[in-house]
């Protein structure tokens, strides 16, 4: 079987909604500039962004 097991990918936590989220193959080249989980977050209000960085 190709690929990886997706327990051994890197993971992180979005600031916005504090879920975990994998890392995957679009975010390669810049996996170490992702903060956020989805676009929705992303877009979410600066007010929303959890302190704790």
Known sequence: MK????SELPEKTCP?????FS?????ARDWE????????CR???TRQIQQDQ
């Open 33 to 40: 500039q992702v903060k956020f989980c989805s676009e929705r």
């Open 43 to 45: 877009r979410a209000p």
């Open 3 to 6: 690929g990886h097991k997706k």
């Open 16 to 20: 916005v909604c504090l879920r975990p």
């Open 23 to 27: 890392w995957r193959k679009k975010w």
